[in-house]
């Protein structure tokens, strides 16, 4: 008994079974949750830039008037007067109860005339005359806001001065930020679980229609396989509702075949195993009146045929399962079609000289490699041959000849099989009648099942093959009383590796 190997943790967790209601919130509410934390960092981001503006209109305009009064200071003062910020200027800057204020005027040599030396100096490269620019520095471990301004050169009231520059820090725009942040921030907090509830109720409301669906499906019968209405199912699931009904219908016509089967089988199998009853009943009466032993004897060969036609006939429903047997389909080999063919001639070598029928064998050798190989099932292959054969046997009378045949296409694209016999023939009108199952030919008083060419027509079918039904010879008008024979042929395709 061979062992299986045990399921791996990679191919369950393969197998395992997902939610498409939690596949779609998790597309859906995934984006959003990650949107949602860069939505603050943008709006921090817009908020500083909001909040220094209208501090760095302020920032510029002390910068231009403490530049003013400095100059109009400078102009009447007399060379090394050390200067003072006038008043005015001064209350502006004392004016601010939150931010520290730091200002700082150079002279032409880069001297320090007034303020604070704590300002750092900017890049005199890179900045402008007679513009007010900003820049963020730190003063004493503080972050600061500097807005500079060196006076135009021609300017003769300001010339004395070189660079003024105002330092400002940063707490009235942090806390202006801060609000900002709070009036926008706050109110996706609430918005935030709410969008995600609706998006749940608007899920569970769009799927809803599945699981209606499912609910029609769970409660039909095991027996209805009617067409599921598709005008109640979205338009999204219509195609799967399609191919459900269209499951169901190939369902219904496989289980309606099913069940004729069956039947005919039960009713083919019901002769023969009356005939065993009534030949046991038979045997036994005369067994009783200790009758002649003769006439028991014949019951009992009576026995024995009933029972070899039974056996005959399980064994031809067997080997229809197989054929019809889907998985079993698809595992295909290579194999060599003149091998199968001659094993089966010589299968039936005692079969033929008991009827005294030539059987025989035209076609290559079984190791002439130039032969291609065909892919298939050969068990069924055999079958196939096996079915032919009998049947040609079947139908031949005593002294006949049975032919079969292999025939290799010189274009290498298929392999002829061909099984003739020099019976009765099958009349045209007939050819796809003998082709269904239990079905047999009027006035040939030969016994058998009904199967072999119906099997033989589900073996062709399955290997994309094509069989033709012929007279072995055209019945001739001057000799009506000649049998024309039959003459099966198929056509197996040659793999094209091979071909």
Do not use: C
Request: aromatic share 4%; hydrophobic share 45%.
């Amino acid at each position: 008994m061979r062992a299986f190997p045990p399921l791996s943790s990679s191919s369950s967790a393969q197998r395992e079974q997902h939610s498409l209601f939690g596949e779609i919130l998790d597309w859906m509410l995934a984006p959003l949750l990650l949107l949602w934390p860069m939505s603050v960092a943008l709006t921090w981001l817009v908020a500083q830039n909001i909040a220094a503006r209208p501090y760095d209109r302020d920032l510029a305009q002390l910068t231009r008037l403490i530049a003013r009064q400095m100059a109009a200071e400078a102009g009447p003062a007399m060379a090394g007067t050390p200067l003072r910020l006038p008043e005015s200027a001064a209350a502006l800057l004392r004016s601010d109860d939150v931010d520290r204020v730091y200002f700082q005027v150079l002279g032409s040599q880069g001297e320090l005339i007034a303020g604070d030396h704590e300002v750092p100096l900017p890049d005199l490269e890179r900045s402008a005359t007679g513009e007010v620019q900003f820049r963020d520095e730190t003063i004493q471990n503080e972050s600061v806001r500097v807005a500079s301004l060196r006076p135009a050169a021609g300017e003769t009231a300001l010339s004395p001065i070189f660079l003024v520059q105002v330092a400002e820090t940063l707490d009235k725009r942090s806390r202006l930020a801060t609000e900002i942040i709070k009036g926008v921030i706050l109110p996706q907090f609430v918005i935030l679980p709410l969008a995600v509830l609706l998006v749940w109720f608007a899920l569970a409301r769009g799927i809803a229609p599945l699981n209606q669906l499912q609910q029609r499906i769970r409660q039909r019968e095991s027996h209805d396989l009617s067409p599921i209405d598709e005008r109640d199912a979205p338009e999204e699931v219509a195609p799967l509702v399609r191919s459900i009904n269209d499951l169901l219908a190939r369902l219904d016509q496989s289980m309606g075949s099913q069940k004729h089967f069956l039947a005919d089988a039960a009713h083919q199998l019901k002769t023969p195993l009356a005939g065993l009853r009534t030949q046991a009943e038979l045997a036994q009466r005369e067994i009783d009146a200790s009758g002649d032993p003769r006439s028991v004897k014949r019951s009992l060969q009576q026995i024995a045929l009933s029972s070899q036609r039974a056996a005959h006939m399980v064994n031809q429903l067997l080997a229809m399962a197989r054929a019809e047997d889907e998985e079993q389909a698809r595992r295909q080999m290579a194999f060599n079609l003149v091998r199968l063919a001659t094993e089966v001639v010589q299968d039936f070598i005692s079969k033929s000289l008991d009827k005294r029928i030539d059987l025989g064998y035209e076609g290559p050798d079984v190791d002439d490699t130039s032969v291609p190989r065909l892919v298939g099932q050969p068990l069924l292959v055999r079958e196939l041959i096996r079915n032919l054969v009998d049947n040609a046997l079947q139908y031949t009378p005593e002294g006949g000849t049975v032919t079969v045949r292999i025939m290799p296409d010189p274009f290498g694209q298929v392999m002829v099989l061909q099984v003739e016999d020099n019976g009765p023939g099958i009349p045209e009108a007939e050819r796809e009648l003998v082709l269904q199952p239990f079905y047999r030919a009027l006035g040939t008083n030969v016994d058998g099942s009904g199967l072999g060419l119906a099997i033989v027509k589900e073996i062709v079918d399955k290997h994309s093959a094509t069989m033709n039904i012929d007279f072995a010879r055209a019945p001739s008008a001057s000799a009506p009383n000649e049998r024309p024979g039959t003459l099966f042929t198929i056509r197996f395709s040659v793999p094209e590796a091979t071909a």
